[in-house]
Protein backbone atom coordinates (compact mmCIF):
# COMPACT_ATOMS: atom_id res chain seq x y z
CA UNK A 1 0.00 0.00 0.00
CA UNK A 2 1.41 3.19 -1.07
CA UNK A 3 1.56 5.98 1.49
CA UNK A 4 -0.27 8.67 -0.16
CA UNK A 5 -3.46 7.10 0.69
CA UNK A 6 -3.35 8.69 3.51
CA UNK A 7 -2.60 12.27 1.74
CA UNK A 8 -4.88 15.52 1.91
CA UNK A 9 -3.99 17.14 -1.03
CA UNK A 10 -3.40 20.58 -0.90
CA UNK A 11 -3.81 21.78 2.53
CA UNK A 12 -2.27 24.57 4.53
CA UNK A 13 0.13 23.37 7.53
CA UNK A 14 0.16 25.20 10.30
CA UNK A 15 4.01 24.20 11.21
CA UNK A 16 6.62 26.41 11.22
CA UNK A 17 9.55 25.01 7.68
CA UNK A 18 11.65 22.29 10.10
CA UNK A 19 9.40 21.61 12.42
CA UNK A 20 9.52 18.03 13.72
CA UNK A 21 5.89 16.94 12.99
CA UNK A 22 6.73 16.85 9.43
CA UNK A 23 9.15 14.35 9.94
CA UNK A 24 6.82 12.71 11.98
CA UNK A 25 3.53 13.00 10.04
CA UNK A 26 5.58 11.35 7.14
CA UNK A 27 7.04 8.46 8.90
CA UNK A 28 3.51 7.82 10.57
CA UNK A 29 1.94 7.65 7.52
CA UNK A 30 4.71 5.58 6.40
CA UNK A 31 4.07 3.09 8.91
CA UNK A 32 0.84 3.17 8.64
CA UNK A 33 1.29 2.38 4.43
CA UNK A 34 3.27 -0.96 5.57
CA UNK A 35 1.00 -2.68 7.91
CA UNK A 36 -1.94 -2.12 5.33
CA UNK A 37 -4.39 -0.08 7.73
CA UNK A 38 -6.39 2.02 5.89
CA UNK A 39 -8.32 5.61 6.79
CA UNK A 40 -11.51 3.67 6.84
CA UNK A 41 -10.09 1.29 9.98
CA UNK A 42 -7.83 4.24 11.31
CA UNK A 43 -9.16 6.29 13.94
CA UNK A 44 -6.72 9.26 15.09
CA UNK A 45 -7.40 10.71 18.27
CA UNK A 46 -5.44 14.32 19.39
CA UNK A 47 -5.88 16.71 22.26
CA UNK A 48 -4.81 20.52 21.90
CA UNK A 49 -1.09 21.64 20.37
CA UNK A 50 0.45 21.99 17.40
CA UNK A 51 1.05 18.10 17.45
CA UNK A 52 -2.11 17.79 17.97
CA UNK A 53 -2.59 18.76 14.42
CA UNK A 54 -1.36 15.93 12.82
CA UNK A 55 -5.16 14.09 12.56
CA UNK A 56 -6.38 17.22 10.35
CA UNK A 57 -3.32 16.44 7.99
CA UNK A 58 -3.86 12.83 7.19
CA UNK A 59 -7.07 10.85 5.86
CA UNK A 60 -8.65 9.13 8.66
CA UNK A 61 -11.87 9.23 10.80
CA UNK A 62 -10.79 11.92 13.86
CA UNK A 63 -11.74 12.69 16.96
CA UNK A 64 -10.19 15.99 18.45
CA UNK A 65 -10.64 16.58 21.77
CA UNK A 66 -10.21 19.28 24.86
CA UNK A 67 -6.66 19.94 26.20
CA UNK A 68 -4.85 16.85 27.94
CA UNK A 69 -8.03 14.55 26.80
CA UNK A 70 -7.45 12.44 24.12
CA UNK A 71 -6.66 8.86 26.13
CA UNK A 72 -10.01 8.57 27.59
CA UNK A 73 -11.83 9.02 24.08
CA UNK A 74 -9.34 6.50 22.71
CA UNK A 75 -9.82 3.98 25.06
CA UNK A 76 -13.92 4.52 24.58
CA UNK A 77 -13.32 4.54 20.66
CA UNK A 78 -11.47 1.28 20.91
CA UNK A 79 -13.55 -0.53 23.40
CA UNK A 80 -16.64 -0.21 21.64
CA UNK A 81 -14.74 -0.92 18.71
CA UNK A 82 -11.92 -3.69 19.00
CA UNK A 83 -11.71 -3.93 15.37
CA UNK A 84 -10.55 -0.19 14.84
CA UNK A 85 -6.26 0.92 14.80
CA UNK A 86 -6.88 4.12 17.61
CA UNK A 87 -3.98 6.53 17.53
CA UNK A 88 -3.88 8.52 20.49
CA UNK A 89 -1.47 11.50 19.61
CA UNK A 90 -0.15 14.88 20.92
CA UNK A 91 2.46 16.69 22.38
CA UNK A 92 4.29 16.53 25.53
CA UNK A 93 2.41 19.51 27.43
CA UNK A 94 -0.83 17.72 26.22
CA UNK A 95 0.15 14.13 27.23
CA UNK A 96 2.52 14.50 30.12
CA UNK A 97 1.27 17.43 31.15
CA UNK A 98 -2.22 18.32 31.15
CA UNK A 99 -3.36 15.08 30.72
CA UNK A 100 -0.71 13.53 33.35
CA UNK A 101 -3.54 11.79 35.32
CA UNK A 102 -5.37 9.94 31.97
CA UNK A 103 -1.62 9.32 30.89
CA UNK A 104 -1.25 7.27 34.64
CA UNK A 105 -4.52 5.32 34.38
CA UNK A 106 -4.36 4.48 30.59
CA UNK A 107 -1.06 2.63 31.09
CA UNK A 108 -2.83 0.77 33.92
CA UNK A 109 -6.05 -0.25 31.95
CA UNK A 110 -3.78 -1.14 29.10
CA UNK A 111 -6.36 -0.46 26.01
CA UNK A 112 -4.95 -1.68 22.56
CA UNK A 113 -4.39 1.78 21.86
CA UNK A 114 -1.17 3.06 20.45
CA UNK A 115 0.28 6.58 21.84
CA UNK A 116 2.10 8.93 19.71
CA UNK A 117 3.72 11.91 22.26
CA UNK A 118 5.46 14.67 20.32
CA UNK A 119 8.08 15.61 22.81
CA UNK A 120 9.88 18.98 22.03
CA UNK A 121 10.44 19.97 25.51
CA UNK A 122 8.62 23.05 25.25
CA UNK A 123 4.84 24.69 24.83
CA UNK A 124 5.19 25.46 21.21
CA UNK A 125 1.59 26.41 20.21
CA UNK A 126 1.27 28.86 23.47
CA UNK A 127 4.67 30.66 22.21
CA UNK A 128 7.57 28.88 24.22
CA UNK A 129 6.82 28.19 28.59
CA UNK A 130 8.28 25.34 29.83
CA UNK A 131 6.83 21.93 29.29
CA UNK A 132 7.33 19.10 31.86
CA UNK A 133 9.84 17.69 29.80
CA UNK A 134 12.00 20.60 29.20
CA UNK A 135 15.62 20.67 31.11
CA UNK A 136 16.57 22.30 33.88
CA UNK A 137 18.17 25.94 33.30
CA UNK A 138 16.55 26.08 30.33
CA UNK A 139 15.17 29.75 30.02
CA UNK A 140 11.65 31.10 28.63
CA UNK A 141 9.75 34.10 28.21
CA UNK A 142 7.74 32.24 31.50
CA UNK A 143 10.80 31.33 33.07
CA UNK A 144 13.20 33.94 33.51
CA UNK A 145 15.53 32.53 35.51
CA UNK A 146 15.53 28.81 33.99
CA UNK A 147 13.44 25.55 34.64
CA UNK A 148 14.00 24.86 38.53
CA UNK A 149 12.68 21.49 38.50
CA UNK A 150 13.76 17.85 37.07
CA UNK A 151 12.06 17.14 33.69
CA UNK A 152 9.17 14.73 33.75
CA UNK A 153 10.55 11.25 32.87
CA UNK A 154 7.69 9.21 30.61
CA UNK A 155 10.14 5.96 29.83
CA UNK A 156 10.82 5.64 33.26
CA UNK A 157 7.01 6.26 34.52
CA UNK A 158 5.53 3.91 31.75
CA UNK A 159 8.27 1.12 32.77
CA UNK A 160 7.52 1.67 36.95
CA UNK A 161 3.72 1.04 35.43
CA UNK A 162 4.03 -1.82 33.43
CA UNK A 163 3.34 -0.48 30.43
CA UNK A 164 2.85 -2.70 28.19
CA UNK A 165 5.04 -0.95 25.07
CA UNK A 166 7.85 1.71 25.90
CA UNK A 167 9.95 3.10 23.12
CA UNK A 168 11.59 6.36 21.93
CA UNK A 169 11.99 7.63 18.66
CA UNK A 170 13.62 10.50 17.19
CA UNK A 171 12.48 12.68 14.66
CA UNK A 172 15.72 13.29 12.76
CA UNK A 173 15.95 9.57 11.57
CA UNK A 174 13.26 8.96 9.62
CA UNK A 175 13.53 5.20 8.59
CA UNK A 176 14.13 4.16 12.27
CA UNK A 177 10.89 5.94 13.45
CA UNK A 178 8.88 4.72 10.78
CA UNK A 179 10.62 0.95 12.63
CA UNK A 180 9.39 1.87 16.05
CA UNK A 181 6.13 3.25 15.01
CA UNK A 182 5.48 -0.33 12.89
CA UNK A 183 6.04 -2.08 16.04
CA UNK A 184 4.00 -0.02 18.68
CA UNK A 185 0.92 -0.07 16.57
CA UNK A 186 1.57 -3.59 15.87
CA UNK A 187 1.67 -4.55 19.66
CA UNK A 188 -1.37 -5.93 21.06
CA UNK A 189 -1.55 -3.43 24.10
CA UNK A 190 -1.02 0.13 24.97
CA UNK A 191 1.70 1.27 23.21
CA UNK A 192 3.91 4.88 24.36
CA UNK A 193 6.46 6.10 21.51
CA UNK A 194 7.95 9.24 22.62
CA UNK A 195 9.53 11.35 19.76
CA UNK A 196 12.16 13.72 20.35
CA UNK A 197 11.20 16.35 17.86
CA UNK A 198 12.88 19.98 17.95
CA UNK A 199 10.71 22.83 17.67
CA UNK A 200 12.76 25.01 15.85
CA UNK A 201 11.06 28.46 16.62
CA UNK A 202 10.83 28.02 20.39
CA UNK A 203 13.28 26.08 21.51
CA UNK A 204 16.83 27.17 20.72
CA UNK A 205 18.78 24.50 23.18
CA UNK A 206 17.27 21.06 22.10
CA UNK A 207 18.02 21.03 18.23
CA UNK A 208 18.48 18.32 15.91
CA UNK A 209 22.44 18.39 16.53
CA UNK A 210 21.75 18.74 20.42
CA UNK A 211 19.37 15.70 20.00
CA UNK A 212 21.87 13.59 17.79
CA UNK A 213 24.47 13.97 20.83
CA UNK A 214 22.59 13.52 23.26
CA UNK A 215 20.55 10.06 22.23
CA UNK A 216 22.11 6.76 21.13
CA UNK A 217 20.28 3.54 19.88
CA UNK A 218 20.00 0.45 21.76
CA UNK A 219 21.88 -2.59 20.33
CA UNK A 220 20.41 -6.39 20.27
CA UNK A 221 22.37 -6.80 23.66
CA UNK A 222 19.22 -5.26 25.04
CA UNK A 223 16.62 -7.42 26.47
CA UNK A 224 13.06 -5.18 26.39
CA UNK A 225 11.09 -8.11 28.36
CA UNK A 226 14.06 -7.26 31.26
CA UNK A 227 11.55 -5.03 33.16
CA UNK A 228 14.37 -4.19 35.72
CA UNK A 229 17.21 -3.15 33.21
CA UNK A 230 15.26 -1.22 31.02
CA UNK A 231 13.97 0.78 33.88
CA UNK A 232 17.91 1.25 34.18
CA UNK A 233 18.04 2.62 30.56
CA UNK A 234 15.70 4.91 31.66
CA UNK A 235 17.29 6.50 34.18
CA UNK A 236 19.90 7.01 32.22
CA UNK A 237 21.51 10.54 32.48
CA UNK A 238 24.35 11.45 29.88
CA UNK A 239 22.75 10.22 26.96
CA UNK A 240 19.25 9.10 26.25
CA UNK A 241 18.67 5.83 24.75
CA UNK A 242 16.19 5.65 21.23
CA UNK A 243 14.46 1.97 20.56
CA UNK A 244 11.65 -0.14 22.15
CA UNK A 245 12.96 -0.09 25.84
CA UNK A 246 10.00 -2.33 27.40
CA UNK A 247 7.81 -4.61 26.32
CA UNK A 248 5.64 -6.94 28.14
CA UNK A 249 3.09 -8.71 25.72
CA UNK A 250 1.61 -10.90 28.42
CA UNK A 251 -0.79 -7.89 29.74
CA UNK A 252 -4.19 -8.14 28.79
CA UNK A 253 -5.63 -5.76 27.04
CA UNK A 254 -8.46 -3.04 28.87
CA UNK A 255 -11.06 -4.03 25.84
CA UNK A 256 -10.62 -7.88 26.30
CA UNK A 257 -11.74 -7.91 30.29
CA UNK A 258 -14.48 -6.03 29.95
CA UNK A 259 -17.72 -7.88 30.60
CA UNK A 260 -19.50 -6.73 27.25
CA UNK A 261 -16.85 -9.59 25.36
CA UNK A 262 -17.60 -12.65 27.45
CA UNK A 263 -20.06 -14.62 25.48
CA UNK A 264 -20.21 -12.05 22.68
CA UNK A 265 -16.88 -11.26 20.82
CA UNK A 266 -18.27 -8.92 18.12
CA UNK A 267 -17.70 -4.98 18.33
CA UNK A 268 -20.11 -3.30 21.14
CA UNK A 269 -20.91 -0.44 18.69
CA UNK A 270 -22.50 -3.22 16.31
CA UNK A 271 -25.11 -4.58 18.46
CA UNK A 272 -28.94 -3.65 18.55
CA UNK A 273 -29.99 -2.19 21.73
CA UNK A 274 -32.01 -4.41 23.77
CA UNK A 275 -34.82 -1.93 24.77
CA UNK A 276 -36.64 -4.30 27.59
CA UNK A 277 -33.86 -4.33 29.67
CA UNK A 278 -32.79 -0.74 29.52
CA UNK A 279 -37.01 0.35 29.71
CA UNK A 280 -36.84 -2.48 32.97
CA UNK A 281 -33.52 0.28 34.22
CA UNK A 282 -35.46 3.13 33.58
CA UNK A 283 -38.43 2.05 35.24
CA UNK A 284 -36.71 0.69 38.49
CA UNK A 285 -34.62 3.28 38.93
CA UNK A 286 -35.19 4.72 42.58
CA UNK A 287 -37.39 1.42 43.57
Known amino acids: MESNIFDMGKIDIAWCPGCGNFAILKALKAALAELEITPHNLVMVSGIGQAAKIPHYLRANVFNGLHGRALPPATAIKAVNPDLTVIAESGDGDMYGEGGNHLI ?21 TKGQASPTSRMGFKTPVQVRGVAIEPFNPIALGIALDASFVARAFAGDFEQMKEILIKAIS ?35 HDPTDRTAAFGVALEENKMALGVIYQNSERACFETTTTVYEDNKGPFCNRKPNLEKLNDLITSKGR
Open 105 to 125: NTMRRNPDITNIVHNNMVYGL
Open 187 to 221: HHGYALVDILQPCVSFNKLNTYEWFKTHTYYLDNA
